[in-house]
């Protein structure tokens, strides 16, 4: 049976919060955006999304604090770990900087910035991510722009150094031509449980997807594309469309749901999800036809649509742009095991998401005064906070 998107979306959820145009950059009016008209040709999703409880505040004294980490970083982007207790930062001019036993590494353990663009805001070295193998074959991947603003996923290799990569080891992987406008490259790169690479591409930037790339299958772009990077000449695979720019995504290490934080264009920022195992058939998001559970474009499709878990419109509070986390499954703070934790870029404010009895439960964490690039966690699964002026912050009990 069809039946009305929209109507669907209003009756079981609830606006949540505040929100986004592209990442690290201030929101501005898009011209061409087109006056919403509900059409009764949508497919409404499989099954309504949950409704997510509107926000509350945190109880003071605030019990939780992101403390100061590692410092003196320029424009970090990214926090992970390669199985082991380092971290890696990514540094988005084309350095990434290992932090072990304290210390913030002088020398590189990559540096690339012959090779990156980083002329705009979201330009530059955007991701990483280590092999499932990498103790034993040293291979680990990068997402970068280049000298014409095209979007490159490169496999580098360790030396017999354990700190040092060789830059010259470079095998592009994928190459994807992107439009003239210097937004919405996507950037993220993530193993998934079925050990494949899952990438998160932008639609190509300017304002509304106007070529309507996320929703064309014959374009890379507005996509999260999957990829057997152990295959001798590997081909990315179109997994899910409908994205405007899924900057940051993550599965939770404990159940394997994927969650997304997708970027709105004027008003609404998204928190996607899908359930452990991934399906096998290709996912749509919706834009731009929706803008989170919102009509953006008068258009039809065959495909059932995929509702967020959670919004937030860019209100009076300022929000601008998603930023996706991680579930916590870190020891240090027990009480927090199981929450998917997220934020917003120009207020600082964290969320918490958690399903109970299938529905969502969507609260304010913290309200802070970082511009949040990222969230990150380590081997043992504690979180952290990339502030893009500069400093990792690590998720702590107020003492």
Known sequence: MRYNLIMRRLLFLIPILIVGCGLLTSPTPTPELPTPVPTPEFVAPTSPAPTAKAATPSP???PYAFVPFISRLKEPVLVTH????RLFVIEKEGVI??????????????????????????????????????????????????????????????????????????????????????????????????????????????????????????????????????????????????LRNPWRFSFDRVTGDLYIGDVGQNIWEEIDYVKAPMPKAILNFGWNIMEGNHVYKSATTSDSLIAPIAEYDHGASGGCSVTGGYVYRG?????????????????????????????????????????????????????????????????????
């Open 82 to 85: 390669a199985a082991d207790k």
């Open 97 to 242: 900087r290992i932090f072990d036993n304290g210390q913030l590494s002088s020398t590189p353990f990559l540096d690339i910035r012959d090779v990156v663009n980083n002329d705009a805001s979201e330009r530059g070295l955007l991701g990483l991510a280590f092999h499932p193998k990498y103790k034993d074959n040293g291979f680990f991947f990068v997402y970068y722009t280049d000298s014409k603003g095209n979007l490159v996923i490169a496999r580098y290799r360790l030396t017999s150094d354990a700190n040092r990569a060789d830059p010259k080891s470079a095998q592009v992987l994928v190459y994807i031509e992107h439009p003239l406008n210097k937004n919405h490259n996507g950037g993220n790169l993530v193993f998934g449980p079925d050990g494949l690479l899952y990438i998160g591409v932008g639609d190509g930037g300017g304002g509304g997807d106007v070529p309507g790339n996320a929703q064309n299958m014959q374009k890379l772009l507005g996509k999260i594309l999957r990829l057997n990077v152990d295959e001798s000449n590997p081909k990315p695979e179109i997994w899910a469309k409908g």
């Open 331 to 399: 020891k240090e703070i027990p009480e927090l095991n199981g929450l998917y934790f997220y934020g917003d870029y120009c207020t600082g404010f964290v969320w918490t998401l958690k399903q109970t009895q299938g529905k969502w439960q969507n609260d304010l964490f913290l309200r802070t005064r970082f511009r949040m690039s990222s969230f990150g966690e380590d081997v043992n699964g504690e979180l952290y906070l990339v502030d893009h002026g500069g400093a990792v912050y690590k998720l702590a009990k107020n003492k």
């Open 60 to 62: 003071s004294p605030v």
